[in-house]
């Protein structure tokens, strides 16, 4: 099975061959970031189109970064610099953009299903590069190749997912890619900041930290979202870091061969310890390695349809 789709929303939508089949082809574009003249002219006269209407450092530099590495021409429009800040809408923006025959928009918006709204409107591909708390699909497929890279599989792997469940695209979308490929989640938390019912998600789910540790192969440790804590959902940050920071001493009842991941941007001594997040068990600059390769494998999926 390859991957015949116009857009890539999300991995919920996914079977678990394409996963693989994104996964393999992204492997076989690791190589090319390695050589000395990193660049290929499978993209050349395609043209992407970054459209950010939230803030991103890794997303839309490594989709940058992989476009220009397959030759593609690629423009970034940002929010606070465009004429959305004069009120126009998404939809009028994008229609504008499309009129300029772009092939691929790689969209972050805070609106949860605002990628899948504008991919139903443009005959351009669409890539959800974060939306809302619903997904972010590329960030899901470079976490699992760099889970792949370390482990060799993700089938009967035992991940644990620590921190701010409710607000987080990155985990909706590994739990849907983990256990669709096999792995067990486990999400770890708070109460407040694990959503009711995400159990028919196929997770197991604990408020306990202490108890998923010592089981864990990976522990995939998420960004405390500050910006997204307006309800009163924590007593304090402090009281956080205290009960579900991943700090050394917590590490000791780990496994040997334990990995610490992060999608960034890290709060450190918030969620994770400096000591843990440079430390020998961390794999948080390879995910940002795979990114790049990922985003390579979508676009060249996507752009030559
Ligand atoms: N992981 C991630 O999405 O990081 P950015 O917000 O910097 O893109």
Partial sequence: M???????LGIRDLEAAEIEYLLDLSRSFKEI???SIKKVPTLRGKTIIHLFYEPSTRTRTSFDI?????SADTYSISASTSSIVKGETALDTLKNLEAMRPDVFVIRHSA???PQMLAGRTTASVINAGDGMHEHP???LLDMLTILDNKGRLDGLNVVI?????HSRVARSNIWGLTKMGSTVVVCGPATLIPPNIDAMGVKV???????????DVIMVLRLQKERQQQMLLPSVRE???LYGINGQRLKEARKDVLIMHPGPMNRGVEISPEVADGPYSVILEQVTNGVAVRMALLYLLAQR
């Fill in 206 to 216: 604990t408020n306990h930290l202490e108890q998923c540790i010592p089981d864990a």
């Fill in 240 to 242: 956080y870091a205290t």
């Fill in 2 to 8: 390859g991957f015949n789709r116009k857009d890539l």
């Fill in 138 to 140: 590329s960030q899901a």
């Fill in 66 to 70: 992989a476009a220009k590495r397959l």
């Fill in 112 to 114: 949860s299903g605002a």
């Fill in 33 to 35: 970031n390695e050589r």
């Fill in 162 to 166: 620590v921190g701010d469940i409710y």
